[in-house]
């Protein structure tokens, strides 16, 4: 049974506090993502990786940042968090293995509340 | 600018009866369509595809339309379900997209008794 796991199904930080959002998946895939998803705004993508130490910004990379030292691991770092950081974080992978055929798997995702 | 767009943020369905979710795009590069449902503080888990090379995938109760010039895709759900009530999101690939998906900003579904 295909699996992607979050570190914590819930958070809650401070302002200024830094923040670790760690995933891992146990399929062997190429491509590794997170999201944060909010009412009305659907997924948005924040950063997403194609390969080890690789990654790519994605539409909302401001104040985050993200590390993959490890093909199944993926964590997104919040430097400095701030409330307008609250929201549903949500990791997912996808096989390389054809340019269409791109299904994610996604965790269970981690509601982050920055107070 | 949105490359697919869910204009309907939310729907409201009687049980039993058909529901239709209607999904648009721009770019003519998309060749995959993919649904997804979501429930509240879960992730997404994925429901059904279309290749652009086809104009209708079957899954059970789950049925989506692709209509290329119109640029156009609806995901059926016959008959609904109270399980079915949850956010449904309609994601494309293909073209310069590489790996990622491009999302719609969902539709919640509710299915009333």
């Known amino acids: 049974d295909v699996k992607v796991t979050q570190s914590s199904r819930y958070l809650v930080k401070r302002t200024g506090e830094k923040v670790f959002l760690e995933c891992v998946q146990d399929m062997d895939h190429e491509n590794m993502f997170w999201y944060r998803q909010d009412p009305g705004l659907g997924l948005r993508l924040i950063y997403f990786s194609y390969d080890v130490k690789m990654k790519e910004k994605g539409d909302i990379p401001e104040g985050y940042s993200v590390s993959r030292e490890k093909k199944e691991r993926f964590s997104l770092i919040l430097e400095s968090a701030s409330t307008n950081q609250t929201s549903m974080y949500l990791c997912?992978?996808?096989?390389?293995?054809?340019?269409?055929?791109?299904?994610?798997?996604f965790g269970p995702g981690t509601r982050l509340t920055v107070l | 600018d949105q490359q697919v767009k869910q204009n309907s943020p939310s729907l409201s369905v009687q049980e039993g009866r058909i529901s239709i979710l209607n999904c648009d795009y721009t770019n003519s590069m998309f060749d995959y369509f993919l649904w997804y449902k979501k429930y509240p503080a879960e992730g997404p888990t994925f429901l059904i595809s279309i290749s652009s090379i086809k104009d209708k995938n079957e899954d059970g109760r789950f049925t989506v339309f692709l209509n290329k010039s119109a640029k156009h895709l609806s995901l059926h759900i016959v008959p609904s379900q109270p399980g079915d009530s949850a956010v449904y999101f309609c994601?494309?690939?293909?073209?310069?997209?590489?790996?990622?998906?491009?999302w719609g900003a969902g539709t919640k579904l509710i299915i009333k008794p």
């Open positions: 994601a494309a690939s293909g073209g310069e997209s590489n790996y990622q998906l491009i």
């Open positions: 997912a992978s996808s096989s390389r293995g054809g340019s269409s055929y791109n299904e994610q798997f």
